[in-house]
């Protein structure tokens, strides 16, 4: 009989679903000693936020087959701990899906209404009908900024409401989008004809503060902003002066840069409505996630197939040993050119050189795709659905092979992008990644961190005087290289920097005389 953990508070019918799959014990508030302890003989871990499955617990385990997470995100859970040992790993991404979009309506309709201004004023003893006048959501326009699962499901409820929907989301393709009955814009564009405006993206260095002053600036005076993905989308000290100064009508958020905010001066506005990180906090959704993650649960201790898997099936263990390296290097490639590329990808070239044109490559494929996706979703992108996730966006994929490469074993890969294109050549040496070749300009780079690439013509002085203008502005070069065809002509400058330089120093970079293009991309 299968045995199952229950390490954080599950549903009870969740727990009741289990049962059918072996002996289970729920124990809660489990010291790191006593989980090693208890998980040597446990067929399966049923976890939420609460557990955190380290590769220390994770290798303390002797028969464990599933490690069970009954919510969206798996940070807590060594993926590529469990991926050595064969351990699968489930999630339930759609859990809190409806929940949230639900959130965000209710928040809508709030700010719209001044719903929580009049409560308040009627609890005071007040009956003050025509300080609350608000307005319909019929007929307005929503932006939606990231249209993957909770988008989508906020765009078919505005419809119903008889809204018009216009999106951002660089990876969703116009006729995707166009079938949705959807309009795709730019940020900037969305911004200027919106009336309500919802974020729906992951926080990452590309998305911080992207509603920013600049973007605020081209909003209606009536615009109303809603945040229930990720704290730091907005930059709350240009909201508050908008909402302050009146340029916008309200905000609603769930989330918050530093939480709780405590001192956060947006608390003393009237035309702030904040809840404390409520999206998922429904029954409903406790239900779904612990439902979902115990019906796979229950497949996986019986030997069948089960959704939601956020990791690869059990590889050998030294197959593994052999193509983690080249994992690496695939999604350190990957990372590369999505970013070089401006988030726009359209068709790839991966062609396995040396060695490798003799494996199995499917696990190299995927980690590319993953350094590719995973940057962009706000539910993590992992190494079995990284294909579907491509797919979805329209991204073309070509594979091919060479027996013989300069570099022995390792990796080409060409990208093809809305505005420009991109190739590298990566290998392994000393089991660390190296860049040999980017755009056929020879190179040794080992990627990691902030690296700031520019194109330039070879004249004398470039390279200082990019210093010179990097050192006004407090950022130190750790390393550079610079790559030619031939003197005189056109060169590539790497710049291997201590943080990511901001778009204002950027572009006094790209105004500099023979600089042809300057990107900053984070490894």
Known sequence: MSKILITDPLHESAVEILKQAGEVEVATGLTVEELKLKIKDVDALVIRSGTTA?????????????????????????LDAATEKGIVVVNAPDASSISVAELLFGMMLAAARNIPQATASIKSGKWDRKSFKGMEIYGK????????????????????????IVAYDPYIPEDVASELGIKLLTVDELCTVSDFITLHVPLTPKTKHMIGKEQIALMKSNMVIMNC???????????????????IKAAALDVFEQEPPKESPLLTLNNLIGTPHQGASTEEAQLSAGTIVAEQTVKILKGESAENVVNLPMVPTEKMKKLKPYMVLAEKMGSMAIQYLDNSIELLEITYMGGLAKEKTEILKRSFLKGILAPILLAGVNLVNAPVIAKSRNIKIAEGTMSESDYGNSIKISAKGENDEISIIGSIEHNEVVFREINGYRMDIKPEGTICIIKHIDRPGMVGKVGVLLGEHGINIAGMQVGRREPGGHSIMFLDIDHMISDEVLDEIRKMENVRAAKSINI
Do not use: P
């Open 54 to 78: 380290t590769r220390e617990i994770i290798e303390a385990s002797e028969n464990l087959k599933v490690i069970a997470r009954a919510g969206v995100g798996v940070d807590n859970v060594d």
């Open 141 to 164: 326009t929503l932006g939606i900024v990231g249209l993957g699962r909770i988008g989508q499901q906020v765009a078919k409820r505005a419809q119903a409401f008889g809204m018009t």
């Open 229 to 247: 993905a990720r704290g730091g989308l907005i930059d709350e000290a240009a909201l508050y002066d908008a909402l302050n100064s009146g340029k």
